[in-house]
């Protein structure tokens, strides 16, 4: 049977943009078709001279493919032609061995000769270098067939071709013993830096031992960011910001002495356990560039959600490998027109700069907008440019600003190009969403079809159909959708697809519908499929325990149950719990939950915070300060965390002090000068935390923390907001509260000094009301709709 090369070979018009291999190949096939094998290796010898590396090899292989796929010719001249090629092909492989395509194309020849000893040894060090190679197996397991039913060689060979393959055979298997993987070659971490400290260690730590070299390029960091990467064995080269990414990783590749290249961002790692593959990789010098499968983490990290998407970043150190662009900088001089010189490598990268807290803390968003600005103004206005501009008002939650941007960038991508543009799924997947988010139904279900013809198969704009038919009611259609999704899976991460699509968001959306159309069951069932499948994910294990307490199962129970399911549970997965058994109100069973959390992680800052609450809600106070104050400085978490321990030191009578001093540098100026005011030591917060002075006195009144409550009034009357404003806004906390006698005080207070009015006299029909008086309340209320007739 004929064997398969590892591409199929076309011919292709010349024209003036072809590349260098299809200019040759024209004229090589012609020399091909008049059996003129002298011309065709004269076309060789030009590719053999062609300086660009890439291009002689493309070359090459491309001569090669069509010199063994070509039609034509007798039996005698097909074998002449092979000859030519294999003895080609062999000076080629002994000039370099490690190419696995021209191995497998010598393979092909020898085969067809019946050099079957060679082609198998040719077959089998292609595998060594790549065994994903295409028809390689097939290949190989043809040769092995034909050796083993004892086929030799192949007769009726022209005496000249025969005589050559005795000479040339064994040169072809030489060739393929030195075939192997390269060894000793150098990998360097390349990176650029500004105020990292919080993140640096643990990104250098992922590739410790892995790289023969770390260049850090610090465009001017004021914290102990050039201390850690010295301390990691770092050379670290202090370079002037300039408003430009590429220039200053250039500055990065610049100084790299090794033989590969990889880089990183500080809110980077490589996972646990990866690293050792890169040293693994320097060997493939078959290879050009590398990517990796890397995971962006969204949100707060407890959420668990995550995109993932290709990223090439190793790369031969070669001078013409440079970045260009301020922002969203691309990687230039990689042969990405030759497939085989890249490879989707199984390393993985955990990507942390989306997590709110860590945009919030470096102040991305107004930074990365300045730069897409300037780029602009350099004259760069390309879909892929407002694209990016879109994302950054994407990651910075503005759909309103996003979709505009958005919009134009896939009008200005013509509708043929989609489909093999890079950034088109991202930009396709988001306009859609932001289309939802800013309640443009419509356009978002044309977009989402034609989205899904670029990209078929791309769950997570089904998913966003789904989610455009609950907001339609369309509930058949939405359950469709998801079901949907649930068939298709994940999409592949050439479309940058959120983890989760096809799966467990999936699966939760699924849930919310049913539990919405009161199909309770159904959602208890999905729920626990997805969860046993995917017990990574926690907020799946909270949606259950929130329906499974929705169908009045007892708290012990529900923990039982989830322990059951995921008996190894992670501590953001027991957090999850402890959030649906709080908000249904089980705190005395959320509280466990939580501290087995903390004895874990101490670090976890959101379940602290959860168990503030708990703690508070069982009017816990000192517990529930002390906690507070456990939560890290610089933590996103932290001034809430200041808020909550401030309120329950002094509603507990304690010293405030522990939490004041930190409320000063944290909290704006008003909310820390209304806890000094509400703690005796002075301050005129003003009239802007009057709402939340309410929300404090209404807790207070909650758990009759009445000498606490007195103080915080006292605060609360000498706020600069208008006192009938302040009577009317007591008069509904106590009457919320109970406190009716208080309530009514405050009404006749009002009374008093501006007369019976409608809203004084419905206010006293109320407390009349909560109080039995119904013949008071009815006289109240007949009184107030007199007036408001009257008026």
Known sequence: MALRLSSTPESRPVTPTASFADRLSARADARLTAHDLHGWAAVVDEADACPDRDDRYEARRVLAERALAHDGGTPAQIAERLAVAAARLVRMLEDEPREPMLLNLAGVAFYELGALAAAQDLFEAAGRLDPALPHLQRNLAEVRRRREAGVRAITGLPRDVAQGLKTLAPRARRAAERARPAGGMTLALCMIVKDEEAMLDQCLASVRGAVDEIVVVDTGSTDRTVEIAHAHGARVIHHAWQDDFAAARNVSFDAATTDWILYLDADEVIVAGDAPRLRELTGRVWREAFSFVERNHLGDLEDGLATTHNAMRMFRNRPERRFVGRLHEQIQGVPEHIPERQELSTVRIDHFGYLGEVRAAKGKEQRNLSLIERQIEDGDDSPFLRFNL???HVAAGDPASAVRVLEQAWQLLPAPARPVTAFGPVLGFHLVQSLRQTERYGDAERVAREVLEAFPGFTDVVLEQGHLAVVGGRVADAERHYRACLELGDAPSTYAAALGAGTYLAARALADLYVATGRLDEAETVLERSLVAHPEHARTARALADVLLRRGLPGEDVVARIEELVPDASPELRQHVAAALGHRGVVDLAEPELRAVLAERP????????????????????????????????????????????????????????????????????????????????????????????????????????????RLVAVFEGLTIPWRQRREALAQLYLRRGFLQSAAEEWMAVVDRDGPDVAALRGLAAVAAASGLDEDAAVFAADADALATAG
Request: proline fraction near 5%.
């Open 603 to 710: 670090d976890a800052d959101q379940a602290r915070m959860a168990l503030v609450e708990t703690l508070q809600l069982q009017g816990r106070f000192a517990e529930a300060a002390e906690q507070a104050l456990g939560v890290r400085a610089g933590s996103a978490h932290e001034p809430a965390a200041l808020r909550h321990a401030a309120f329950c030191l002094l509603a507990d009578g304690g010293d405030p002090t522990p939490a004041l001093a930190r409320t000063a540098s944290v909290l704006a100026g008003a909310e820390h000068e209304l806890f000094t005011a509400w703690a005796g030591l002075g301050g005129a917060p003003g009239p802007a935390v009057g709402d939340q002075v309410l929300t404090m006195l209404s807790a207070l009144a909650r758990f009759e923390r009445f000498e606490a409550f007195e």
């Open 390 to 392: 879109g994302m950054e």
